[in-house]
Each structure stands twice: as structure tokens, then as C-alpha cells.
């Protein structure tokens, strides 16, 4: 029976009705209005535990912890084209309260294990570099899915079913959402798209062992790959971005090939292997290593020139060796 669940779930997802045209594209200026929550967003007093209390009272499957900003325009990209109207809407509000939290807020928050951080904090605890992030919470109190970034209608509602039918229990989210991300994207062109800045295999990125004289960015990216087109159309066609990433030793590894890789940890795999080792649920991922081969951060939702820059100037300036994390530099 799990089996033809498993089926249906899928069946749905790859011949769902949500388009993928042109959902990724919006400019990523800071905005100068205030985003307006849904109210249909729980309001809440910030008490997680009663939170779940309420959930399972209402008969719902969890709660999503939504971080964001007033100013954020992928905030307002993920509100507008998932949660205004539509089957995305009335899926999470059957089976989930939705609670907004403020990462440059203050109001108080008291976590499962009882302590108390005002928004701020608690972001930085959670470790939400980028907003939207949106943490899901089963109604043990389990963080059982986390997503980081503007997530595509058929993406996010594929989240929610991955949540709220139990699908963590036994599988990752990048296997369940695998054959439905085929189904939906392929339409992006037929080859990987060339920079001039990328290195030519063989790769040997073996840092454990001796240290690099710089860190790494390695581009995870698929054939038929219509955000990986836009990736390279846009962002990476910027003057600035690249002379940033002039800076780092850079990659481009196809998820889908059987080429062999020596990865920044000394492992010897497939690039599909390495996908699949890293979890990778979204193409193009982009991934940085330090000098020794740990991984700093990773962008695995749309990202355009003002966040990517960001990063990067996270990465070539060495804040990250003075920084936890993106975010606590982002706010000093």
C-alpha cells in the first residue's frame, strides 16, 4: 500500500498544472514597500510548543516556522505566487499553521526546549542564511524538512505533501521530489552552459589533505535545465559577478553524468553519486568549500545579482572565517 501511495504522490506532482514559465524571474532589489502577510498566517504569541498543541488540536499535519523580511523580494515572490490564492494556498492552510517570524525582529520567541530568543536570535540560531526559509515541524516537534529561498509553486507544494503524507519517514526530499522535478523541467536547453571561468576535468578537488590556496564554488547543474539557463542568462553574465568569482577556483558538475570526482573531502565518486551524497534537491546548487574542503554555504533555490553577489562577497573577502554564518555577517 505505501507503494502506490508513493506512486500517486508522484503521478500527481509530475503531471501537476503549475507552469514553470518565468516563476523564477523578478528583480532582487531590496523593496521599498512593506510586504503584507497573508492573514490567514496564525497569529501567534510565539510559543512553539503551544503552537503544535493547536495544530494537532485542528486536526493539522505541523506548522511551518516562515523567516523573512519586510523588504525581502523573493518573501514577496514565494507570498505571491503560492500562498495569495490557489491549490498551494488551501493545501497549507488544511494542513499546516503557517507562523511568520521577522529576522531583524525582537519580539520574543520561546523555542521547544523552553528558552527564550527574540526573532533575531532565534534566526540566527536556526541558521536561516537566506529569506524566505521556511522550516517544517511535524507534530512531535521533529524539524523534519527546512527549505531556504523562493520556492516554484509545484516545488513548494510538493513540501507540503512531502511533509504532511509522511514521506520523510522513509525517503529523502530529493528522492521524492526526483521524478517529478524531470517531469516538470525540461525544457531548458540541451546542453550545460559554458563560462569561461570554468575548470576542465579531470577534477581533483581533494583539499583534505593539502590546503587550497583558495576557496571552491562547484555549480551543480542538470541537461534541460530551464533555471540553470536563466542562471547563466542573467546573474552570471554580470560584470561584477564575475569578476568575483575570478577569485575562487570554479567548477561546473553535471548531476545526472557518471564522471569520476575527487571531491574537497578526498572521496572518490561518480557526480551523481556526490549529488546524491549532498542531498540535492534544486537545479543549478551552488556549493562553496573553504581551503580545506568544508563546505561554507549553499544556494539551492533562485538566486539573482544582488544575493549572489552577497555571497560571494562573503566568500572572496574571507568573512567567513571571522562569521558562523552568512547571516550573522549580513547583520553586523
Known amino acids: 500500500m505505501k507503494f502506490l ?12 498544472t503549475y507552469s514553470i514559465a518565468n516563476e523564477e524571474i523578478f528583480p532582487d532589489d531590496t523593496l521599498s514597500q512593506s510586504i503584507k502577510l497573508p492573514d490567514w498566517f496564525k497569529l501567534s504569541f510565539l510559543d512553539l510548543k ?6 494537532a488540536s485542528d486536526n493539522k499535519q505541523g506548522i511551518i516556522l516562515y523567516f523573512g523580511r519586510k523588504d525581502c523580494p523573493y518573501c514577496k515572490a514565494l507570498i505571491d ?9 488551501h493545501y497549507t492552510q488544511k494542513n499546516f499553521d503557517v ?4 529576522t ?15 526573532e533575531k536570535q532565534y534566526s540566527l540560531k536556526m541558521k536561516t542564511n537566506f529569506t524566505p526559509s521556511l522550516l517544517f515541524y511535524n507534530l512531535k516537534e521533529e524539524l523534519v524538512l527546512r527549505l531556504s529561498g523562493y520556492q516554484k509553486p509545484y ?4 513540501a507540503l505533501e512531502y511533509v504532511a503524507d509522511d514521506h520523510y519517514k522513509d525517503q529523502s526530499f530529493s528522492s521524492y521530489l526526483s521524478l517529478a522535478v524531470e517531469a516538470q523541467e525540461t525544457n531548458g536547453e540541451e ?23 583558495r576557496p571552491l ?9 530551464h533555471a540553470c539557463d536563466i542562471l547563466h542568462s542573467n546573474p552570471l553574465e554580470d560584470s561584477s559577478i564575475k569578476q568575483q568569482l575570478d577569485n575562487l577556483d570554479v567548477i561546473q558538475i553535471n548531476q545526472k553524468s557518471t564522471q569520476r570526482i575527487i571531491t574537497p573531502d578526498g572521496s572518490k565518486l561518480t557526480a551523481t553519486e556526490w549529488s546524491q551524497q549532498l542531498d540535492l534537491h534544486y537545479s543549478p546548487t551552488i556549493i562553496f568549500f573553504d581551503e580545506s574542503g568544508k563546505e561554507i554555504i549553499r544556494i539551492d533555490s533562485v538566486v539573482w545579482v544582488n544575493r549572489l553577489g552577497r555571497v560571494l562577497e562573503f566568500i572572496t573577502s574571507k568573512a567567513y572565517k571571522k562569521y558562523d554564518t552568512f547571516q550573522d555577517w549580513r547583520n553586523k
Open 50 to 55: 503551544d503552537d503544535i498543541d493547536d495544530a
Open 81 to 89: 505566487n503560492n500562498w495569495i490564492k490557489g491549490d498551494t494556498q
Open 191 to 213: 546542453n550545460l552552459n559554458f563560462q569561461s571561468y570554468f575548470e576542465k576535468p579531470p577534477f581533483n578537488l581533494n583539499r583534505k589533505q593539502f590546503k587550497a590556496e
Open 104 to 118: 531583524k525582529g525582537i519580539k520574543g520567541i520561546t523555542d521547544f526546549d523552553g528558552f527564550v530568543y527574540d
Open 99 to 102: 507562523i511568520a517570524i521577522d
Open 217 to 225: 564554488a562547484v555549480f551543480f547543474e542538470k541537461k534541460f535545465c
Open 5 to 16: 501511495i508513493q506512486c500517486f504522490a508522484i503521478y500527481t506532482l509530475s503531471f501537476s
Open 155 to 158: 516545488r513548494l507544494m510538493a
